[in-house]
T-cell receptor
């Protein structure tokens, strides 16, 4: 089945710095890669996603890049702010489930210090 | 955006009792809903996939007789934890996926239910 690995597990940055979180996936047929932000005790919120027919997508301070050949995708947050502090999860949709399900990475705890 | 509600947000129960959690899609029809469990500082683990009008599909290792799932309408799925034990204490989160040809891969999550079994 699909395996999604996520690094790093924790990331501490100063306000204004950039943060990069990386994920790799195993199922080359996966075609949808969302990123979720989860604050403590809250629901995961979709912040950006990318499909396999594009290599990069940007939404203000957030961008996602996808390398299908290498089977990895990354989340880039620029000009980080303290309110960006949260746990971020990547996910992929494996072909083996008819693309219905999402397999999540292990999460990255981002801490942005003022 | 799509809104998913979940009720209750918190529940405390005694060991051996059953607890029902409701998941509703408020502004769209969800042909498929998913139930996840999340332990502290861990990722979301899929428990089962619920399709409207059919039996749920459970992930390996999840006891279907213990975690009863019903998806009776396009806007409501329920998870019943039967004979709950302390090890069932966790954060249970549902998500919903829009159906039909226009439905994408996006899953919209409910706010979660914190279950504590004493």
């Amino acid at each position: 089945g699909e395996n999604v690995e996520q690094h790093p597990s924790t990331l501490s940055v100063q306000e204004g710095d950039s943060a990069v979180i990386k994920c790799t996936y195993s199922d080359s047929a996966s075609n949808y890669f969302p990123w979720y932000k989860q604050e403590l005790g809250k629901r995961p919120q979709l912040i950006i996603d990318i499909r396999s027919n594009v290599g990069e997508k940007k939404d203000q301070r957030i961008a996602v890049t996808l390398n299908k050949t290498a089977k990895h995708f990354s989340l880039h947050i620029t000009e980080t702010q303290p309110e960006d502090s949260a746990v971020y999860f990547c996910a992929a949709n494996p072909y083996s489930t008819g693309f219905q399900k999402l397999v999540f990475g292990t999460g990255t705890r981002l801490l942005v210090s003022p | 955006g799509a809104v998913v509600s979940q009720h209750p947000s918190r529940v405390i129960c005694k060991s051996g009792t059953s607890v029902k959690i409701e998941c509703r899609s408020l502004d769209f029809q969800a042909t498929t809903m998913f139930w996840y469990r999340q332990f502290p500082k861990q990722s979301l683990m899929l428990m089962a996939t619920s399709n409207e009008g059919s039996k749920a599909t459970y992930e390996q290792g999840v006891e279907k007789d213990k975690f009863l799932i019903n998806h009776a309408s396009l806007t409501l799925s329920t998870l019943t934890v039967t004979s709950a034990h302390p090890e069932d204490s966790s954060f249970y989160i549902c998500s919903a996926r829009a159906g039909g040809a226009s439905g994408g891969n996006e899953q919209f999550f409910g706010p979660g239910t914190r279950l504590t079994v004493l």
